[in-house]
């Protein structure tokens, strides 16, 4: 059940994003070698502190006593360490406390948080997408107030969106603010708020969605305010409590570390609230904390994924079960032997790598689209990082379920049975197609805005790099370059014409994009992930051809791109059908005929 | 959380599978009327007895207290109104009790059981895969005194195969039984004995699988026992506690109402056993308790599947979320108006339509192997349904995890609540694919042991009757046969090409066989999944066309099947490739590569 944190393997992946690019906007923050040492130290908090905690807490669980949670043993204390690392301000301004390094080397770190532990490190993200709401739209006093003390950790954040009525569909939230002077009085009920209350913080900032009494119905009348669990005075000493309470914990699934609260506004006459941005305008301050997370939630299924393979790899080297195919001697060998483990374990492998090489090149154009020194080019990244966050956060959370089952899988019986920790990862990972937008939530939003509003354009400059990476495959040697080349352009021609056809459709009936969005999101992560796992493998060939001291390293990641391409990106071309085609079947039941 | 047996549906695959060849080889038991009361009186204990004590079993799980198991609340009395019904002699010989009734018929019945309360339905399907065994390899002797007694459900049975170090090895087993007299003595210990103690009969009777001293090593050393917990005096009447107890339960993710039990024999200087069978062909008695609880458990896949989607269908239609895509009014719609809902809908019942056509038809042919008037047609159905069974137990239960894991998602963070009751299918599912034979290891049954014996035959005879249901679609009216018939040959193609591959390749290196195993099962049943909904689909267009009165129901089949051709069926044929050329990057790799 431990964890190592792949520093190797996320470095590669790391130059495929294209690091190289990146680091030099950041200084020397952002050195090469001090990247190295980040990761490292950051990979010893994660394999040292938060991995043993991992399923202890998950039996423990968060606990609500006389109105207070309490975390799981250790929790706490893992929080300190992490906070008085710096860890917390990684990517953050430095004016505020921040360590101002790229996203690019920050996403690997936070990918560490969340396979060493899922449940406690779902706690820091809701403060990171505070961080990212108040930089961009609070004023500069809420700046000065909150962000050092978020960014240092000694205060946390929470998001607080859902309430029973109001789930993806945010428009139809209740929860009420109403003017009084320089502040709002918040009154309402909301639920599944992610570390609603904890013991590691001595304040706590809810970011809370809410309606003006004079606001319009829907999506355009909600307005974001910032609801402390104690209010600040001037100095930012603590004063009052405010009038807020957890009223219970959601009996969940998985990531049973977190607490999960059902959150009370405003019993006692209303919660002091501060209004960010305008009113009106918390949709759109709503989707900055929630872009940030999107990637973050997409990470935490590499990271799952991540946790799982190691799992179930150990596993297949230790466990002594059957003969060798093929083999006369009688004896027992480890089941990582057998072919039908070895492709599980290659299954497991090729989609975590692939989904990470995806989620760490769009953080790298999150930075450029940022730092890049020429306009178009940041214009460009910013299309492209728009592009893939709804391919990051669904596909990559799709992979994380389907490697946790496929870890169970490998265990055989032991995976079913708790102590071993595989059926944990099972459990955790199963929320992370969920929230922060369901994943058809994001196939709509990639098709509807992403496609929509650029009518594909941002889609065919990416299919332009897979172009560019199979140019590089055929001009490398051997067959495996080849063999994956094939299946690279099998899948890029799929994918334009499946984006043709899904621009195309825009047009017309739009339920009919609807159906097609699931599956073309699945084809697009599909291509994608083959292209980055391509890249990569032109690059081992090159190590390889330069005489690399590690050429183990190497042939292995040539060998889970073909796998990748042989198994996975060879399934393309088959979606084309239901994406052009899918739509009949879909539409045409009556409710009372399902 | 609740569920109806869908007897509409089951009837529809009975009639699919070819019912009205099996019921006249039963005479009056299974006449047509009475094939509808026997469902509809299951179905009642299914909806009224054992779905509401689903969920309080799974909270509760059994307890062993003081070396006994007490089951959740209502097992003990819903298992005394299953015995009293009879339901437990379904199937079996009238000689010893049994209704005498077929399998084809028995089926569906235990199809409710599970999708009930898959915890309690674990019971009696061990019991179930000992009648088998007794009734195929006990003497004289041993069938009058266990046989009325396991077919009343008076006593109940269990399978002791796996021991830590023998799990999927069951030839590595350890548990020694020595000679003494007429008897033997039996020491060990067992594992994941699934309820190997409970509280519903008087006795339990143990078939353990052991090894004689001077027993060959490995599978050919291995004898059969039957171990009571309690002695057999002559007159069948309960005498003295058997050496053996229960040491502890299991900590599952899932199928919590069952006790899993870790068992340990002849503590005390041995327990007593009695051979089934000859000495060192355990193997051969365990095979036939196997091939039926493989169709059983597949059985299970659909049964579950079934479960969660019932479950989702009736979340959407109340689950009131957004407004309708297109339309200009902006009240919130039931969410089973969304496109992709609807999709995911439909994958979930056209996956469990397509895995119970399946599993009915191969239970008909279970039938007809043994009843059917010609040698050669008994033959021919005794090669189909050896040729089916892996693809039964593991594209069901495949299913089955898919079907739970899509129901969790239609109902968005809910679904991560355990409170709804869909997560308890998703970790129910999981053990599906594992147990009976893990799913890799169905694959390896169905390509080396199916396919090599006959070099294809019994596949080629299943592709012929594919070849026949196109021809019907052929010759029937509309646009969707049409369509559907597209995809059935493309499968079908597919299929033949795979077969021919897989079986050529026999020849060659065992392991390149078995990394092509499990894409060659996937393929497999989602043409025959595919083929068993086209004939539904032709049938349905024929009801449609002749007035039928519940154009509803057909016009669903027709529809089901249509999307199960357009969105699943067309994903069959990129299986080719890893079949016929996915070896390479799964064997390249050294074991410290991974």
């Keep these: 059940m431990s964890y190592t944190a792949p520093i190797r393997d996320m470095q590669f992946a790391l130059a495929i994003a294209g690091l190289d690019k990146v680091a030099p906007l950041f200084g020397e923050n952002a050195a090469p070698d001090l990247v190295g040492q980040v990761l490292e130290e950051a990979g010893k908090l994660a394999n040292e502190v938060l991995a043993p905690i991992n399923r202890s807490g998950d039996i423990e669980g968060s606990v609500l006593e006389n109105g207070v949670v309490r975390t799981p043993k250790g929790f706490k204390e893992a929080y300190k360490a992490y906070a008085e690392g710096g860890w917390n301000g990684l990517p953050f301004d430095p004016e505020y406390g921040g360590q101002g390094l790229p996203w690019t080397i920050a996403i690997p770190v936070q990918e560490m948080w969340n396979a060493a532990n899922l449940g406690w490190a779902v706690g820091p993200l809701l403060t990171f997408g505070a961080v990212e709401a108040l930089t961009a739209h609070g004023t500069a006093e809420q700046k000065q107030t909150y962000l050092p003390r978020l960014i240092s950790g000694e205060w946390a954040a929470t998001m607080n969106l859902t309430e029973p009525q109001a789930g993806s569909d945010v428009g139809a939230l209740r929860t009420r603010a109403v003017r009084e002077g320089s502040h709002y009085r918040i009154s309402g009920q909301k639920i599944f708020i992610t570390y609603g209350d904890q013991d590691w913080t001595d304040n706590i900032i809810h970011l809370v969605l809410a309606r003006l009494p004079d606001a319009p119905t829907g999506p355009k009348g909600i307005s974001l305010f910032i609801v402390p669990k104690f209010m600040v005075r001037p100095d930012c000493s603590l004063g009052e409590r405010n009038d807020l309470r957890v009223v219970s914990l959601e009996h969940k699934m998985?990531?049973?570390?977190?607490?999960?609260?059902?959150?009370?506004?405003?019993?006692?006459?209303?919660?002091?609230?501060?209004?960010?941005?305008?009113e009106n305008e918390g949709l759109a301050c709503m989707f900055t904390m929630m872009n940030n997370a999107r990637l973050q939630v997409g990470l935490q299924g590499v990271a799952i994924a991540e946790r799982a393979y190691q799992q179930?790899?150990?596993?297949?080297?230790?466990?002594?079960?059957?003969?060798?195919?093929?083999?006369?001697?009688?004896?027992?060998?480890p089941i990582i032997r057998h072919p039908d483990v070895r492709r599980m374990l290659l299954t497991m492998k090729a989609l975590t790598e692939a989904s990470r090489a995806l989620a760490y090149s769009a953080a790298a154009s999150l930075d450029l689209a940022k730092r890049a020194p020429d306009e178009a080019e940041r214009a460009r990244h910013q299309a492209r990082m728009d592009l893939l966050t709804p391919v990051v956060k669904?596909?990559?959370?799709?992979?994380?379920?389907?490697?946790?089952?496929?870890g169970i899988q490998v265990h055989g019986g032991m995976g079913f049975i708790e102590e071993t920790g595989a059926a944990q990862h099972y459990r955790d990972a199963r929320i992370t197609p969920i929230y922060e937008g369901t994943n058809g939530i994001q196939a709509n939003d990639l098709v509807f805005r992403k496609l929509g509003r650029d009518k594909g354009e941002a889609a065919r400059a990416f299919l332009a790099e897979i172009r560019e990476t199979e140019a590089a495959l055929s001009a490398g040697p051997g067959d495996d370059l080849a063999a994956i080349r094939r299946q690279l352009a099998g899948g890029r021609e799929t994918l334009e014409a499946a984006t043709q056809a899904v621009v195309a459709g825009l047009d017309g009936d739009p339920r009919r994009s609807a159906v097609a969005a699931v599956p073309y999101l699945k084809l697009f992560?599909?291509?994608?992930?083959?292209?980055?796992?391509?890249?990569?493998?032109?690059?081992?060939v090159e190590h390889l051809g330069g005489g690399a001291s590690d050429s183990d390293f190497y042939e292995a990641r040539l060998a889970v791109a073909r796998f990748y391409a042989d198994h996975i990106l060879s399934q393309a071309p088959a979606l084309l059908h239901p994406i052009r085609d899918g739509a009949s079947a879909v539409l045409a039941l009556a409710e009372d005929q399902f």
Tied chains: 1, 2.
């Design 312 to 333: 179930a790899r150990d596993y297949a080297r230790s466990r002594v079960q059957s003969r060798e195919l093929g083999s006369r001697s009688p004896s027992g060998v």
């Design 254 to 278: 998985g990531i049973n570390g977190s607490p999960t609260c059902v959150m009370a506004y405003g019993d006692g006459g209303g919660a002091l609230g501060y209004l960010v941005g305008q």
């Design 525 to 540: 992560g599909t291509v994608a992930g083959g292209h980055f796992l391509a890249r990569g493998a032109v690059s081992a």
């Design 394 to 406: 669904a596909w990559s959370t799709d992979i994380g379920v389907e490697v946790a089952s496929l």
